[in-house]
Nanobody, 124 residues
Framework: QVHLVESGGGLVQAGGSLRLSCAAS????????MGWFRQAPGKEREFVAV????????DYLDSVKGRFTISRDNAKNNVYLLMNSLKPEDTAVYYC?????????????????WGQGTQVTVSS
């Protein structure tokens, strides 16, 4: 079992940057692919980025490609989301999630464990 805790959210102006962190408990962190999702008010939760178990493979939502970077440190049981050139439409609660699949997925139904979320607000 994995317990996930996100941090690093906040209020930032458009064009600014934030780095989200997700700390995982347990000694099996490296056996999970890790994903970031987000949910804006009144909208469904959507995929943002995913990284494979060893950090070799990544995938991104088209609208964040070139602006967001997902990374992980298996020695520290952490996964990160560096967000640059933020836009007001990036405003949402951001969640990290762990998938037992090797490469993860864009589908939230493929994830077994979720964090509680961290709020990101981008002002125009």
């Amino acid at each position: 079992q994995v317990h996930l805790v996100e941090s690093g959210g906040g209020l930032v102006q458009a064009g600014g940057s934030l780095r989200l962190s997700c700390a995982a408990s347990g000694r099996t962190f490296s056996t999970y692919a890790m994903g970031w999702f987000r949910q804006a008010p009144g909208k469904e939760r959507e995929f943002v980025a995913v990284i494979s178990r060893r950090g070799i493979t990544t995938d991104y939502l088209d609208s964040v490609k070139g602006r967001f970077t997902i990374s992980r440190d298996n020695a520290k049981n952490n996964v990160y989301l560096l967000m640059n050139s933020l836009k007001p439409e990036d405003t949402a609660v951001y969640y990290c999630a762990a998938s037992e699949g090797a490469y993860g997925s864009r589908s939230l139904y493929e994830y077994n464990y979720w964090g509680q979320g961290t709020q990101v607000t981008v002002s125009s």
